[in-house]
């Protein structure tokens, strides 16, 4: 779906040397900022949906010049932040929750027989495929800043620093979101691991 969108957004956006081609830019970070989205939204169809609009958002943005030269020195940090905003503004809303369902409990089984077998084994795929649904779960019980703070340091690596301009907020208010998620996601996934001592 993604493809089709590079495809409709025609033309050249120069704004510095990473962003010549906005198409081919765009395709670059498409994944980065899909599995951004569906990390802070907890669902791949929404996050796919405000993947589009990111891109969008960023190109109406270059297209009337709205981002400023500072922020269009680093296009990766500029469009994390407009996928952040957007992702942030889609859970307040909640108005797309409504579309979401998960599948029923024999539709699931059908799903995980019909998983291809191969390395790692049928057994090690199923158990990181529910360790990983545990930390999604958990991470939906954050509040959305401690989520996106979260994603950012953990999943984009991003200095802290980085995410208090991303979100705007101070590093201290950063940190605090930090160490509250963490606290929170040790918490909830208390019996996946020992701990050390």
């Known amino acids: 779906m993604m493809g089709l969108m590079a495809d409709q957004l025609e033309g050249e956006v120069h704004v510095g040397a990473d962003l010549r081609d906005f198409s081919s830019w765009m395709v ?39 981002g400023n030269a500072a922020e269009l020195d680093n296009p990766a940090k500029w469009v994390a932040r407009i996928a ?34 191969g390395e790692p084994d049928a057994e090690s795929q199923l158990f990181a495929k529910q360790i ?27 200095p802290l620093e980085e995410i208090a301009g991303v979100l705007k907020l101070d590093v201290g208010t950063v940190k605090a979101h930090l160490f509250r998620a963490i606290t929170k996601l040790r918490e909830e996934l208390k019996d ?6």
């Not at 859970?91 to 369902?101: V, Y």
């Not at 954050?142 to 994603?151: E, G, I, K, P, Y």
């Open 132 to 158: 990983q649904q545990r930390l999604e779960m958990a991470l939906a019980k954050l509040s959305a800043r401690q989520r996106a703070v979260f994603s950012l340091r953990h999943y984009e690596a991003m």
């Open 28 to 66: 670059s970070e498409q994944r980065r900022i899909f599995l951004l989205c569906r990390r802070l939204l907890q669902d791949p169809d929404e996050a796919d949906s405000a993947t589009q609009d990111v891109f969008l958002k960023a190109y109406k943005a270059l297209s009337k010049a709205e």
């Open 192 to 197: 996946l691991y020992k701990p050390r001592g």
């Open 84 to 117: 952040v905003n957007t992702c942030l503004d889609r859970l307040r809303s909640k108005a797309w929750e409504i579309w979401r369902r998960r599948p029923a409990a024999e539709d699931e089984e059908v799903i995980l027989q019909m998983t291809p077998s």
